[in-house]
């Protein structure tokens, strides 16, 4: 099975480390390699900010005692 007949989402997981690796080199080609740093450490923070903002999200529900449910498919 090739890539043209994968949905979207399954095509990122085949991306070996010689891709991986190629598109880091444009990357630094793109935004030089004092940039890089900045731009990884900005990704990190956004992660680590919605990460937290989830956490406080499943406390505040515990604590209503709140269930949410799935919708039932269709």
Same mark, same amino acid.
């Given at each position: !099975?090739?890539?043209?007949?994968? *949905?979207?989402?399954?095509?990122? *997981?085949?991306?070996?480390?010689? &891709?991986?690796?190629i598109i880091l080199?444009?990357?630094?080609?793109? =935004?030089?390699?004092?940039?890089?740093?900045?731009?990884?450490?900005g990704f990190? &923070?956004?992660?680590?900010? =919605?990460?937290?903002? !989830?956490?406080? &999200?499943?406390?505040?529900t515990a604590?209503?005692?709140e269930?949410?449910?799935?919708?039932?498919?269709?």
């Amino acid at each position: !099975m090739n890539a043209s007949h994968l *949905p979207f989402g399954l095509i990122i *997981p085949t991306l070996g480390v010689q &891709e991986l690796i190629i598109i880091l080199l444009i990357a630094v080609l793109i =935004f030089g390699g004092r940039k890089i740093p900045e731009i990884f450490k900005g990704f990190g &923070e956004g992660i680590r900010e =919605f990460k937290s903002a !989830m956490k406080k &999200e499943d406390k505040q529900t515990a604590s209503t005692g709140e269930k949410k449910e799935a919708p039932r498919p269709s």
